[in-house]
């Protein structure tokens, strides 16, 4: 099992610019998460699914939109890229009512 | 809403004891958890709390109060890997979706 990986690790936008970040888990996970880490900052939880065709917003939802198409995937889109936006991004699965949630590696977006 | 409260930094030595406390405010709680993360890594899960007491794992232990609203993690043994971020996050629960927030996480720095 690959647990849960994101693409891409490292990426670099103008102001402006949109892109989408990729979360795939292959636990059969029903829940996933989108968090930002910024230095000080803890992890914020910017949009959640709990189920496929199912999102919600978090506590930092602005600028940001998901979907959940399919249940081992959650993507993450920029519809128009600021420097506040700049953070380090992490994904995380976690199986219903359990309580361990199953983080990705990372990615790190500079919104120049 | 929920908010939390750990240190920010906690210095110890080789072999030493270290307490980490966290503090919360929370509606519909459901459990604390607590995550490890190394510079530059994703946070990986260490242990969970939903009843009051003291679980072990290892050289980690983990504590909690629900009528205190407090929960710490005690690592035991300490070696120079332990240095870390650890944050605590509480699991709470909220029209049938299970929500984590996260404190701002506490710095562990162990000197030889």
């Known amino acids: 099992n690959a647990g849960v990986t994101q693409t891409p690790k490292f990426r670099v936008l103008k102001t402006g610019q949109s892109m989408t970040l990729l979360c795939a888990q292959d636990?059969?996970?029903?829940?996933m998460y989108w968090y930002r880490q910024d230095p000080g900052m803890g992890l914020r939880l910017i949009h959640y699914s709990v189920g496929e065709g199912t999102t919600a917003k978090g506590e930092v939802p602005d600028g940001y939109n998901v979907s959940r198409l399919k249940k081992q995937n959650f993507l993450l889109g920029l519809e128009s890229a600021a420097p506040s936006q700049t953070s380090v991004y992490f994904c995380?699965?976690?199986?219903?009512?359990?309580?361990?949630?199953?983080f990705g590696p990372g990615t790190r977006l500079l919104v120049l | 809403g929920q908010s939390l409260e750990q240190p920010s930094e906690v210095t110890a030595v080789e072999g030493a004891i270290v307490q980490i406390n966290c503090t919360y405010q929370t509606s519909g709680f459901y459990g604390l958890s607590w995550y490890q993360q190394h510079d530059g890594g994703a946070p990986t899960f260490l242990s969970y709390?939903?009843?009051?007491g003291l679980e072990e794992t290892g050289r980690f232990s983990s504590f909690l109060s629900r009528s205190d609203s407090y929960g710490y993690l005690l690592l035991q043994e300490l070696q120079m890997k332990d240095s870390a971020s650890y944050f605590c996050a509480v699991n709470s629960a909220s029209g049938g979706s299970y929500i984590p927030t996260f404190g701002r996480g506490t710095s562990l720095i162990v000197h030889p």
């Open positions: 709390n939903a009843l009051d």
């Open positions: 636990m059969n996970h029903e829940y």
């Open positions: 995380a699965s976690m199986k219903g009512h359990q309580e361990t949630q199953y």
